[in-house]
Structures are given as C-alpha cells and as structure tokens.
C-alpha cells in the first residue's frame, strides 16, 4: 500500500508509537503528529510495563524496547494487610515515568523521521492524510465528533479513585488498605524512578462521603489537586509512605469510566487506545492497550492494499483481544470496589483470591509461579500446617478438605447431590449479568433464611464466575452453607472459588459446557495485573 500522509492526533505514548511503526513501515510517506499540549507536559506519574507488553514491544521494535527498559525501575509485588504481608518474587515488572516514556518515544518518533508538532489542535475532517490515527484519549474529541458513526459506550464505576504519587522508591509495588474511621481506602502503588512511586488510591461512595471528599471536590479547580484529601491520606498511609509526603498533579477523585465503541474505524480515520476503549486500571496500563494497537495497526496495514481492508483487519484482529481484557477488566474493577469485605482473610489466602479473581488465572497456575505464598494461602484455606499442603494435585486437594461449619461438618468441599434435595436447603437460580447489580443485590439481601443455599443457574463460564461471586456475598450475609452448582468443565473455577473463600461447597454436574467458552488457566503474570 502506497500511504502518501499519515496524521496521528495526540502525542500520547500509543500515538508516537504508532507514528514511528508506521514510518518505519512507509517510510516513503509524510507522517505527523499532532499533539495540543506542550513536548513536556503530561499528567500522571508511572507507567507500569506488563512482561508480556515487553515482548510484544520487542517484537515490533526492539531499539525503542530497549531504551525504555533502561529508563525503567525494576521491582517485585506484594500485599500488605496490617501486619501481614504477601510477596511475589517476579524479575520481569518494570515501571517508568511517563514523562521519561514520553521523552524516549519522541525521541524515537523524530529519529524514524516522524515530525512533531505540538499546541496544535487538529479536527481529523480537516486534514490532508490518507489515514487519520484517533489516539486522543479518552476525552477523544473525534469520537466524540463522529459518534453516531463510532457508537460509543461509556460506562461509569461505583468506585472512586485518584492517582498521586510520593518522593521516594517503595521498596516493591504493594496493594493495601487503611480502615479510618470514616471506612476503608486502598493503595495500589509502585516505584516508578529511584525517587519516585505513584499511588493510586481508591474507596467507595459511602466513604468517600463520610470523609467529606465530595465537598472537596467540588472545591478542586480543574487545573488544581485536591490537597484536603491528599493531607489525609498522607496521614491514612504514613506508614506505607515511612514520613513521606503525597504529591498531587491535577490530582482529584473520578469514577473509572469504560469506554467501548461498535466500530473502532469510519473511512480513512481509525480510532487506537483509550479513544477506542479503556480496561480498568487493575487488570493493565492504557499505556499497553495503545501501544499494543499500534502494533496491530502496523501490521495490519503492512498486509492491506487499502486503507479501508486494513482498518476493517485490525479491527478483527485486535477486538477480540480488548474484548476479552475488557471483561476480566470487569470482574477485577467489581472485585476491587469490595475489597474491603475481604480484609479479614489471611494474606496470603486473599493473593489468591486477588490472583484469580478475574477468572484468568487459576489456582495451580498461580502455585506454579508462587509456590511458597500458595502453599501459606491454602493451608489458611484448609486450617492445616504449610507442610501438609503437596506440591502437585492441588486442585483435587483443594475440594477433598473437609469443612467445619455453623455446626456442621462435610468430608470434603463436593457437596452430595442429595443435599440439593434436603427440606432445609434452598435452591436458588442465579441468571444475573453482573453480581454486583440491582437484581443481584436484591437476591442476596432477601435470601431465602434455609440451612443451605444452593445456587445454579446457566453453564456458561460467565454466568458461573458471576454465581461464585454472589455466593462469596451470600457467605458473608448469612449463615447459610452456600453451595455453587456448576459443570465439571469449570471446575477450575470452582477451585479457585472455594481456595478464595468464594463459596463453602461446590456440585460438579455432568452438563456439558457451551463451546467457545473462554478457558480458565492462563499462565499468570503479575506484572499484567500491577497498576499501571
């Protein structure tokens, strides 16, 4: 394909990236960037580089790749409750400052032979290109322009968050929480430089007004940080933060909005990265999202002869990819908005918990890469001593643990299928698209008042990931046995549900599974789930 102009709106890293693929990849064709903002402002502190997003990084451009793993700052990954803590020995998770990322990548964009030009805005109708790159976030002014085209979806989350950072290296990134009077907020921080870590910092509505955050920000200019809050959580985290003190850059609280569009293209303008779609901050970066697409784009385009074969490519090739991100994104947005309920588990049962909770990693996989924080997870699980839990067969291991419970007692965690038929047990369908809706809230807070709660419902591995969560609710708000009914094709699932304290008994039925299910066990990798 012969690409005469390509213009790529906004500077961001997923836009340079895309700006010097596609150099490198046309190098007969003009491509410019246009960004509104100055070379050297941004906002944010860190970004966090997934091992897999390196890979891909290197893949397509090993000269840039390298450059940034240079500037960044290696670290490993724990979880701090209170006194307990939970670490993860993982070589591979780097952090940079996304004004160090953005310096390289300009750098790299000009050297390609990219022209740079910023404070300038630019509506994608008005320029000569023969392709448009949208990568002008979320806020994207040519989404919003052309959306009956796009169609966009945005969804908005319960939770509240905002990012700051601190002047100094965390010694490891760290999730934690701090219960104030007022209720509980949790850290998912990470050292970014040798004398810097971001802090992001999320709570609920209930405590984010109880704190009297909701009045602070209303008193918070756009171009302003949110200093009342940032003093108190400079005094909630002093601990983490050992005397330091919490820098704000435009820092006030928002709800993580989920962007999703029916077409990513229109004619020759293609929408990349959080213009196109957003994943919640604790499953992944925006940063990788974008500079992954790039890569899609590239490649897509290289094997076209038309803009518009191309666009249509890279579109089915790399929506699926977001699609999926998107809904473990999901589940992770809705696990981490109830945190607080999960602070009473041992640390280590609750890495598990953290770990699978999405539905991408399963119980063995995660023992595989951690053995030791498993093992201490499991034996809290089972109330044995780390050395009874075995190294292999942990999944079988984990339904044969008898159970103990409101006076009761079960030789193992497989409910028997007369139980299901027992006058004080109370079957209950479970068909809600979310655990966490109304329909959902509604059934768990007018359960039935039976000994047991059986929950059943479809096969799909969606609707089994949402029944184990309401059941976890269910565990917590009653005093009922609560069992998931599931098929054996999802037993993964149900391991991982009753290792999590998700459920007290699951039911294997002989059902089968619907195809095209997603599968349960991706190798896990603790740097694609570090903030970022």
């Known amino acids: 394909m012969n690409l005469r102009r390509v213009a790529v709106l906004g500077g961001g890293p997923g836009g340079l990236y895309a700006a010097r693929l596609l150099k490198r990849s046309h190098p007969q064709a003009d491509v410019v960037v246009y960004?509104?903002?100055?070379?050297?402002?941004?906002?944010?502190?860190?970004?966090?580089?997934?091992?897999?997003?390196?890979?891909?990084?290197?893949?397509?451009?090993?000269?840039?790749?390298?450059?940034?793993?240079?500037?960044?700052h290696p670290h490993e990954m724990s979880m701090q409750v209170g006194r307990q803590t939970a670490r993860l020995s993982h070589g591979r998770?780097?952090?940079?400052?996304?004004?160090?990322?953005?310096?390289?990548?300009?750098?790299?964009?000009?050297?390609?032979?990219?022209?740079?030009?910023?404070?300038?805005?630019?509506?994608?109708?008005?320029?000569?290109?023969?392709?448009?790159?949208?990568?002008?976030?979320?806020?994207?002014?040519?989404?919003?322009?052309?959306?009956e085209r796009f169609r966009p979806r945005i969804t908005t989350g319960k939770g509240l968050y905002l990012w700051c950072g601190t002047d100094f290296a965390l010694?490891?990134?760290?999730?934690?929480?701090?219960?104030?009077?007022?209720?509980t907020f949790v850290a998912h921080a990470y050292p970014y430089a040798a004398d810097r870590s971001t802090f992001l910092i999320e709570t609920d509505e209930q405590t984010w007004r109880r704190a009297g955050f909701d009045l602070a920000t209303e008193q918070t200019g756009p171009q302003d940080s949110d200093e009342v809050s940032l003093k108190y959580l400079q005094e909630a985290f002093a601990e983490t933060l050992q005397g330091h003190v919490l820098i704000g850059n435009r820092t006030r609280w928002l709800h993580f909005r989920t962007v999703s569009c029916?077409?990513?293209?229109?004619?020759?303008?293609?929408l990349l990265g959080d213009a196109a779609h957003t994943a919640h901050y604790s499953i992944g970066s925006g940063t990788k999202l974008a500079m992954e697409d790039a890569i899609a784009l590239d490649r897509a385009l290289l094997s076209a002869?038309?803009?518009?074969?191309?666009?249509?490519?890279?579109?089915?090739?790399?929506?699926?990819?977001?699609?999926?991100?998107?809904?473990?994104?999901?589940?992770?947005?809705?696990?981490?908005?109830s945190f607080s309920e999960r602070t009473d588990l041992p640390v280590d049962q609750l890495m598990i918990a953290y770990m699978t909770r999405a539905g991408k990693v399963s119980?063995?996989?995660?023992?595989?890469?951690?053995?030791?924080?498993?093992?201490?997870?499991?034996?809290?699980?089972?109330?044995?001593?780390?050395?009874?839990?075995?190294?292999?067969?942990?999944?079988?291991?984990?339904?044969?643990?008898?159970?103990?419970?409101?006076?009761?007692?079960?030789?193992?965690?497989?409910?028997?299928?007369?139980?299901?038929?027992?006058?004080?047990?109370?079957?209950?369908?479970?068909?809600?698209?979310?655990?966490?809706?109304?329909?959902?809230?509604?059934?768990?807070?007018?359960?039935?008042?039976?000994?047991?709660?059986?929950?059943?419902?479809?096969?799909?591995?969606?609707?089994?990931?949402?029944?184990?969560?309401?059941?976890?609710?269910?565990?917590?708000?009653?005093?009922?046995?609560?069992?998931?009914?599931?098929?054996?094709?999802?037993?993964?699932?149900?391991?991982?549900?009753?290792?999590?304290?998700?459920?007290?008994?699951?039911?294997?039925?002989?059902?089968?599974?619907p195809d095209g299910d997603e599968a349960a066990g991706t190798p896990p990798d603790p740097a694609t789930d570090a903030s970022a």
């Open 35 to 72: 960004e509104q903002s100055p070379p050297d402002r941004t906002f944010g502190f860190g970004v966090g580089i997934a091992s897999r997003t390196q890979q891909n990084l290197r893949d397509a451009d090993p000269e840039s790749l390298e450059s940034i793993v240079e500037a960044a």
């Open 93 to 147: 998770l780097l952090a940079i400052a996304r004004t160090r990322l953005l310096a390289l990548l300009q750098g790299h964009a000009s050297d390609a032979g990219v022209r740079l030009h910023f404070g300038e805005r630019h509506d994608a109708a008005g320029l000569d290109a023969d392709l448009v790159v949208a990568a002008d976030g979320i806020n994207s002014a040519t989404r919003t322009g052309l959306a």
């Open 171 to 183: 010694p490891s990134a760290v999730f934690t929480p701090v219960t104030t009077t007022h209720g």
């Open 262 to 270: 029916e077409s990513w293209h229109t004619g020759r303008t293609v």
């Open 305 to 337: 002869t038309t803009v518009e074969e191309a666009l249509t490519e890279y579109e089915r090739i790399r929506r699926p990819e977001v699609d999926y991100l998107q809904r473990i994104a999901r589940r992770s947005e809705l696990w981490w908005e």
């Open 363 to 513: 119980v063995d996989r995660f023992a595989a890469s951690a053995p030791d924080v498993a093992r201490r997870g499991l034996a809290a699980y089972a109330d044995v001593a780390s050395e009874s839990v075995p190294a292999q067969d942990i999944a079988e291991w984990i339904t044969k643990q008898p159970l103990t419970i409101h006076g009761g007692r079960f030789g193992s965690r497989l409910a028997p299928a007369d139980l299901r038929d027992d006058p004080t047990t109370a079957v209950v369908s479970i068909d809600h698209p979310s655990a966490w809706n109304a329909e959902a809230d509604h059934t768990v807070h007018h359960a039935p008042g039976a000994r047991t709660l059986w929950l059943t419902g479809p096969s799909d591995r969606s609707a089994v990931l949402n029944r184990l969560d309401v059941a976890e609710r269910l565990t917590r708000r009653t005093d009922a046995v609560v069992v998931v009914e599931a098929p054996r094709s999802r037993h993964a699932d149900l391991v991982a549900g009753l290792a999590s304290a998700r459920t007290h008994l699951v039911h294997l039925t002989h059902e089968t599974a």
